[in-house]
């Protein structure tokens, strides 16, 4: 265990590039933030509590296709699947200076699993709002696209924009009205791609006007 402790640990000295989506939204991507994105993804897939999420969609409840799970930092008592995970939570919280409540886990276990383009829109102030993504395992597609593309189901990629490709300890940080003009997907690939863990922190400054309607995980009825 000692071993394994060591050998995962946020990289200091990491460089952080920005892409500015328009003047108020931008994408932060440091490659290689963690080391020991190996072990770190071995040691979540055993000991995070992963469950199978459902939504309702075209009528019908259906299972996600990838698997979560969700960790508080501020509940006493609370156990982490990995410590390295706290040192990740305050090199974000120091650097962005804002503070999260936990984080939330996704494994997408190979690469039929995916996330279809969407807001996060259970965070309802989208104004201003920083997301975080540590991802160890396999290199996915990480697709953004403006709203006004939302219905470009024909277009090339769905009317994506901009692809990152983070995997490997990369630490990928959405800021600004991101979620508020944009949209994020994780798309289908070849499903003997390797897996995928995203470790998600969430924070909105609560300013702006809230979102209204349903959120991502909320049922949608389609028939009239």
């Known amino acids: 265990m000692e071993s394994d402790v060591t050998a995962v640990a946020v990289r200091s000295g990491a460089t952080f590039e920005r892409t500015w989506l328009d003047d108020g939204s931008w994408v932060d991507l440091a490659r290689n933030w963690l080391d020991g994105a190996d072990q770190l993804y071995t040691a979540l897939t055993e000991r995070s509590p992963w469950q199978q999420g459902r939504v309702f969609r075209y009528e019908r409840w259906v299972d996600e296709p990838r698997l979560g799970a969700s960790h508080s930092v501020r509940a006493t008592g609370t156990t982490v699947p990995h410590p390295a995970l706290l040192d990740a939570h305050r090199a974000i919280r120091d650097r ?55 219905y470009a189901h024909e277009a090339a990629e769905h009317g994506a924009t901009h692809q990152f490709t983070p995997g490997q300890g990369d630490l990928l940080v959405m800021g600004g009205r991101t979620q508020l003009g944009w949209e994020h997907g994780v798309p289908r690939t070849d499903p003997t791609t390797p897996g995928r863990i995203s470790v998600q922190w969430r924070w909105t400054s609560r300013t702006g006007r809230p979102v209204e309607g349903a959120s991502y995980s ?6 009239r």
């Open 96 to 150: 962005y200076k804002v503070s999260f409540d936990g984080f939330s886990l996704a494994w997408y276990r190979d690469g039929r699993d995916m996330m279809a383009f969407h807001r996060d829109r259970d965070l309802r102030w989208l104004d201003d709002t920083v997301i975080a993504l540590l991802v160890v395992g396999a290199r996915r597609p990480f697709q953004i696209r403006p709203r006004a593309n939302r």
């Open 218 to 223: 909320a049922p949608r009825h389609y028939s």
